[in-house]
């Protein structure tokens, strides 16, 4: 199951936060408490560098509590302000407030030595999509506050909000995608309804719930899907005798031989159980996996199975550090990048007029080439796992070139169809 995509509203959100942040002396990032390592952005470190910074774990009243107060101190302990709210309480905004001032100390102090009293903090939220961000401006802002408006000349179309104890809050907050080439990460996010689940497998996503369940809250799913329904039924017995004997044929559809069972994989088993014990069956009668995992994924997002966190505080350094590589080799990338945009500009200046009449005989040899192989190996190629661009410029070559057509022709169909 590999996802990862970048599409163009990712980068424009990006694009967005990066200016953003330059008015701004702090940043609350949010992070959703059942994952909260998960969903952080590792670019965040980047672009808040010499800026305050909070973290809000939100959901905290869908987390497993335990999970929560160890994540926030690990937050702590690394240095970093944390404190879990539900964001849709108010009280949330009081509580923030405090760590706010705290974030902005620095600031104030700054100001102070430069002989400026009494200019708010800025302050703006960030996180991922749907992890409150919205939420926490509407409860943290309250009826107290006051939008001030555009600032002519300084903030020119920006919103702030106005709060008391001198913060202004960025009313637009900075949208981060999560990054989640890594599989388990994009399993976490999906299960918190943080990235779009049709991207991944559902039965895959779903047993990987249960085996992580089993292993981290043993018993809440037998609770919830199997005794809760047996519970039902033993009140239910003698009034409706007749649906309890359907559901005891349900049931007993899943594993009438426990050797069948034996030879499953033991969290897609369970799911089975699940699907015959909400009665989610096929026309045959026979366990429907995919509806029980689209419902068992639901309730994990909405919190019906009960609090529990899908991150682990015994991984928090492993996947920190997993953070810290991806940053460093992003940051060397773009300074490889940045060289070898130099170089290149360097040795434009250089090589002036020589440089223009090179290009063009290179152009010359170029088509020369590329006819000459198009009947050749790169139509070849074009078949099998080319780019849309590769195959267009072989075709319109090709065509050209009588000796290349037949195959090129081939070979559209081939890319074609691989696309399709
Ligand atoms: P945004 O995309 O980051 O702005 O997220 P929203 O503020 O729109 O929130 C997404 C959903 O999560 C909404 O349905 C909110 O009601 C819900 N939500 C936000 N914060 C919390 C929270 O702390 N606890 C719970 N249970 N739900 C929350």
Redesign the pocket.
Same mark, same amino acid.
């Not at 690990?74 to 849709?88: E, K, Q, S």
């Not at 949208?175 to 559902?202: C, H, S, T, Y």
């Not at 007749?242 to 559901?247: G, H, K, L, M, R």
């Not at 369970?270 to 689209?294: N, Q, T, V, Y």
């Given at each position: 199951m590999d996802v990862q995509w970048y599409p163009g509203h990712m980068t424009k959100a990006r694009r967005m936060m990066e200016e953003n942040i330059r008015l701004v002396d702090l940043v609350i990032e949010l992070v959703d408490a059942r994952i909260p390592l998960s969903s952080r952005n590792p670019d965040i470190d980047a672009l808040c560098t010499g800026k305050g910074r909070v973290v809000l774990l939100?959901?905290?009243?869908?987390a497993d509590p335990a999970k929560t107060e160890e994540f926030t101190e690990y937050f702590r302990g690394r240095g970093i302000l944390a404190v879990a %709210?539900?964001?849709?309480e108010r009280k949330a905004g009081e509580v923030v407030r405090r760590y706010i001032q705290e974030a902005g100390r620095e600031k104030i102090a700054r100001d102070r030595a430069r002989g400026i009293v009494g200019r708010p903090l800025r302050a703006m939220v960030a996180?991922i999509?749907? %992890?409150?961000?919205?939420?926490f401006i509407n409860s943290f802002a309250g009826r107290a506050s006051t939008k001030t408006g555009n600032k002519p000349g300084v903030t020119r179309g920006k919103q702030w909000i106005r709060l008391g104890g001198d913060v202004e809050l960025l009313d637009t907050?900075g949208i981060l995608w999560p990054k989640f080439d890594n599989q388990v990460i994009g399993m976490r996010l999906a299960l918190v309804g943080a990235i779009r689940d049709e991207v991944l497998d559902k039965q895959e996503l779903a047993v990987w719930l249960i085996d992580y369940l089993e292993q981290e809250y043993p018993g809440v799913l037998q609770q919830k899907y199997l005794q809760e329904k047996a519970a039902q039924e033993e009140l239910q017995e003698g009034e409706a005798a007749d649906s309890s004997d359907q559901e005891e044929d349900a049931e007993g559809t899943v594993f009438s031989d426990p050797e069948e069972e034996a030879m499953l994989p033991p969290g897609y088993a369970l799911l089975l159980k699940i699907a015959a014990a909400r009665r989610l069956l096929m026309k045959g009668g026979e366990p429907d996996a995919d509806r029980a995992a689209s419902m068992l994924i639901d309730d994990c997002k909405n919190?019906r199975i009960g609090r529990i966190s899908l991150d682990r505080p015994q991984d928090a350094l492993k996947m920190e550090e997993e953070r810290q590589a991806y940053t460093s080799a992003r940051e060397s990338e773009t300074e490889k990048e940045a060289g070898k945009k130099k170089a290149a500009a360097d040795r434009r200046k250089k090589s002036g007029e020589a440089y223009s009449d090179h290009s063009r005989k290179n152009t010359g040899n170029t088509a020369g080439k590329t006819g000459g192989r198009t009947g050749g190996k790169t139509i070849g190629r074009t078949g099998g796992k080319t780019t849309g661009r590769n195959s267009g410029n072989a075709f319109g070559k090709s065509s050209g070139k009588s000796a290349g057509r037949g195959r090129g022709t081939k070979g559209r169909n081939d890319a074609g169809s691989r696309r399709r």
């Amino acid at each position: 199951m590999d996802v990862q995509w970048y599409p163009g509203h990712m980068t424009k959100a990006r694009r967005m936060m990066e200016e953003n942040i330059r008015l701004v002396d702090l940043v609350i990032e949010l992070v959703d408490a059942r994952i909260p390592l998960s969903s952080r952005n590792p670019d965040i470190d980047a672009l808040c560098t010499g800026k305050g910074r909070v973290v809000l774990l939100c959901k905290a009243d869908l987390a497993d509590p335990a999970k929560t107060e160890e994540f926030t101190e690990y937050f702590r302990g690394r240095g970093i302000l944390a404190v879990a %709210v539900d964001a849709r309480e108010r009280k949330a905004g009081e509580v923030v407030r405090r760590y706010i001032q705290e974030a902005g100390r620095e600031k104030i102090a700054r100001d102070r030595a430069r002989g400026i009293v009494g200019r708010p903090l800025r302050a703006m939220v960030a996180g991922i999509p749907n %992890v409150g961000k919205s939420t926490f401006i509407n409860s943290f802002a309250g009826r107290a506050s006051t939008k001030t408006g555009n600032k002519p000349g300084v903030t020119r179309g920006k919103q702030w909000i106005r709060l008391g104890g001198d913060v202004e809050l960025l009313d637009t907050p900075g949208i981060l995608w999560p990054k989640f080439d890594n599989q388990v990460i994009g399993m976490r996010l999906a299960l918190v309804g943080a990235i779009r689940d049709e991207v991944l497998d559902k039965q895959e996503l779903a047993v990987w719930l249960i085996d992580y369940l089993e292993q981290e809250y043993p018993g809440v799913l037998q609770q919830k899907y199997l005794q809760e329904k047996a519970a039902q039924e033993e009140l239910q017995e003698g009034e409706a005798a007749d649906s309890s004997d359907q559901e005891e044929d349900a049931e007993g559809t899943v594993f009438s031989d426990p050797e069948e069972e034996a030879m499953l994989p033991p969290g897609y088993a369970l799911l089975l159980k699940i699907a015959a014990a909400r009665r989610l069956l096929m026309k045959g009668g026979e366990p429907d996996a995919d509806r029980a995992a689209s419902m068992l994924i639901d309730d994990c997002k909405n919190g019906r199975i009960g609090r529990i966190s899908l991150d682990r505080p015994q991984d928090a350094l492993k996947m920190e550090e997993e953070r810290q590589a991806y940053t460093s080799a992003r940051e060397s990338e773009t300074e490889k990048e940045a060289g070898k945009k130099k170089a290149a500009a360097d040795r434009r200046k250089k090589s002036g007029e020589a440089y223009s009449d090179h290009s063009r005989k290179n152009t010359g040899n170029t088509a020369g080439k590329t006819g000459g192989r198009t009947g050749g190996k790169t139509i070849g190629r074009t078949g099998g796992k080319t780019t849309g661009r590769n195959s267009g410029n072989a075709f319109g070559k090709s065509s050209g070139k009588s000796a290349g057509r037949g195959r090129g022709t081939k070979g559209r169909n081939d890319a074609g169809s691989r696309r399709r």
